[in-house]
């Protein structure tokens, strides 16, 4: 069974503040996604990275791939209020050379900023 | 373009009770995924159809569950009979093609209740 292991589990920090997600497992992924949840919605794709060491930024947001695609990271520099939200990584792996890759989902992440 | 609906919101029904949960996907999606995350726990997966076929069932936790796709356009997942560790959020996803390439776009989610 796969396992992607999400820290911290709770954030709240002051407005301005940089702060980084970590996503860990011990088994590989083909690709890792982050996704944004809203409260009564669905996940809400961010991103998604493929290569091994891959760093993709999104505004105020980056997002590297570890070099063995076992691991992930988000960095938010100077948060703001609407940076708050449940954040969670997925792996997504492929059950057989036919199938379409399934996601395995991290614990999640609940984000506070603080005006 | 609609995104992916799903029907009912919330659905509360006592324990032995039968219900049917409907996901009507992107237009043009052949992949759809159904998830659920029970209280406390994270996303898991419970299955993957391409079109009307079913490429992964691994994730479906026993026969009170099925799932189908009839002509490849919308899905039902029923279960029946309803036992109270099934609630939670089932949350239905579409994508066109491999998640590594494409988005998978989530609908709003079902919470399910069983009392």
């Known amino acids: 069974t796969q396992l992607l292991e999400q820290s911290p589990q709770f954030l709240s920090i002051q407005e301005g503040e940089n702060l980084t997600v970590y996503c860990n497992s011990s088994?590989?992924?083909?690709?890792l996604q982050w996704y944004r949840q809203e409260p009564g919605e669905g996940p809400v794709l961010l991103v998604t990275?493929?290569?091994?060491?891959e760093v993709k930024k999104l505004k105020r947001l980056t997002f590297q791939f570890g070099d063995a695609r076992k691991d992930s990271s988000l960095h938010i520099t100077a948060a703001q209020p609407g940076d708050t939200g449940l954040y969670l990584c997925?792996?997504?792996?492929?059950?057989?050379?036919?199938?379409?890759?399934?996601?395995?989902f991290g614990t999640g992440t609940r984000l506070t900023i603080i005006p | 373009e609609a995104g992916v609906t799903q029907f009912p919101s919330h659905s509360v029904i006592e324990k032995g009770q039968t219900v049917t949960l409907r996901c009507d996907p992107i237009?043009?999606?052949?992949?759809l995924y159904w998830y659920r995350r029970v209280m406390g726990k994270e996303i898991k997966f419970l299955l993957h159809?391409?079109?009307?076929?079913?490429?992964?069932e691994s994730g479906m936790p026993n026969n009170r569950f099925l799932a189908e796709r009839t002509g490849g356009t919308y899905s039902t997942l029923k279960v029946q009979p309803a036992e109270l560790e099934d609630s939670g959020v089932y949350f239905c996803?579409?994508?066109?093609?491999?998640?590594?390439?494409?988005?998978?776009?989530f609908g709003q989610g079902t919470r399910l209740t069983v009392v």
């Open positions: 237009s043009g999606h052949d992949n």
């Open positions: 088994s590989v992924f083909s690709s």
């Open positions: 996803a579409s994508s066109q093609g491999a998640l590594k390439y494409t988005e998978a776009f």
């Open positions: 159809f391409v079109k009307e076929s079913k490429q992964d």
């Open positions: 997925a792996g997504a792996n492929r059950r057989s050379n036919f199938g379409n890759e399934k996601l395995t």
């Open positions: 990275v493929v290569t091994g060491g």
